[in-house]
């Protein structure tokens, strides 16, 4: 698997709306065409009206390779800086989950 959390802090209450916009229509084209995206959860932040928090994973690095390249995550690249005011990204490590698929290592 491969996975990330970004955070986005939009630049005003204008701005989040359209970037939530630019986010439904972003999500729409990944359930659509995406089978190695396994999970694309978008949250706001609970007290804070202009953050957001995404959650990926992807079944490996592949896969999040190809969502990179499909026409409606570019749009989304491109579009998002009319809304973001800043922004940070971390790539995980697996450890212990449920409701994920299962590594198997050669231990």
Do not use: C, W
Not at 6 to 25: M, N, T
Not at 61 to 68: G, K, L, M, P, S
Request: aromatic share 10%; glycine share 4%.
């Amino acid at each position: 698997m491969f996975a990330l959390v970004v955070r986005f802090d939009l630049k005003d209450e204008d701005a989040a709306d359209a970037f939530d916009s630019l986010v439904s229509r972003t999500a729409e084209g990944i359930a659509q065409h995406e089978p190695g995206t396994l999970v694309y959860a978008t949250h706001r932040v609970a007290g804070e009206p202009l953050a957001r928090v995404f959650y990926e994973v992807y079944a490996d690095r592949e896969a999040f390779e190809e969502h990179e390249r499909q026409p409606h995550t570019l749009t989304f690249l491109s579009d998002r800086e009319n809304y973001v005011a800043s922004s940070r990204v971390e790539f995980l490590e697996d450890g212990p989950s449920k409701g994920l698929p299962r590594q198997v290592t050669d231990d």
